[in-house]
């Protein structure tokens, strides 16, 4: 059951890279809802009063994401420094969604923004509501980790090792195994994945999450937190830096 769970969250597209939009948020209130605020300890969790229930869920989990994400990234030499705080916004309308991040990412069930200066992260209400507290926290994990490593990586990055990278940290410590996280996958792999935005859209996003776990057995979690620090700054990646062969075997031997 929790593989299906697990396989739903990626089905309404858990993965997100950070786009640039306009700084001011529009706002929470329709006729019927009422703008609404919570705090936690390590952020903020905006949202309309109709939607009390995931803003309540999302403030319960917020800081145990923040540690999270904040202690997997510690593991790598000197850390990565950020604010530690994230703002989670929940759109009350698909209008209010699509003004923060675009027609294209409107089916999103997450995705972290830049406003001006700031970073949020915004929930799709429809997408988010019906998901269990594991896949909420992974989504949660997921978009967060996007926030704190913005200053780190390049808008050209190579997506393979952005949302990868996102995807490890977020499922870091969960104890899912790579078959219940990654349903999809099988070791007919060739290639790192590049299609993104087709059909073939949530098979890429658990390939590059598996890239992370084989670099992990490799290279162990302060191997793999490094290698991102250090090539996410970058436009591309050594090809030499990633074995297809190893990666298609390390593939063969966990999922079969």
């Known amino acids: 059951m929790l593989a299906v769970l697990v396989a739903v969250t990626f089905l309404l597209s858990l993965n997100a890279a950070l786009h640039p939009r306009p700084h001011e948020l529009p706002s929470t209130t329709t006729p019927h809802c009422k703008a609404s605020s919570r705090s936690a300890v390590m952020g903020t969790v905006t949202s309309s009063s109709c939607d009390e229930v995931l803003a309540t869920r999302v403030q319960q989990a917020l800081d145990e994401a923040v540690a ?32 923060l991040v675009g027609p294209a990412f409107k089916d999103m069930a997450g995705i972290a923004i830049r406003d001006g200066a700031a970073q949020r992260v915004v929930l799709n209400r429809e997408r988010a509501t019906p998901l269990s507290d594991l896949e909420l926290g992974v989504l949660l994990r997921h978009e967060i980790t996007h926030v704190a490593t913005r200053d780190q990586t390049s808008d050209s990055a190579p997506l393979w090792l952005v949302e990868g ?57 302060r191997g793999v937190v490094e290698f991102f620090l250090k090539n996410a700054s970058l436009s591309a990646v050594d090809a030499r830096a990633i074995d297809v062969a190893g990666w298609r075997e390390f593939l063969r031997a966990t999922i079969g």
């Open 68 to 99: 999270a994400v904040s202690n997997t990234l510690d593991i790598g030499r000197g850390g990565v420094s950020w604010s530690r705080r994230v703002d989670v916004v929940i759109p009350s309308s698909d209008a209010e969604l699509v003004s």
């Open 165 to 221: 990278f996102a995807d490890w940290v977020a499922f870091h410590e969960t104890g899912l195994p790579l078959r219940e996280a990654a349903p999809l996958l099988t070791a007919d792999v060739t290639g790192l994945p590049a299609d993104f935005t087709g059909p073939g859209r949530d098979l890429a996003y658990q390939q590059a999450y598996s890239v992370m776990v084989y670099l992990q057995s490799r290279l162990g979690d």
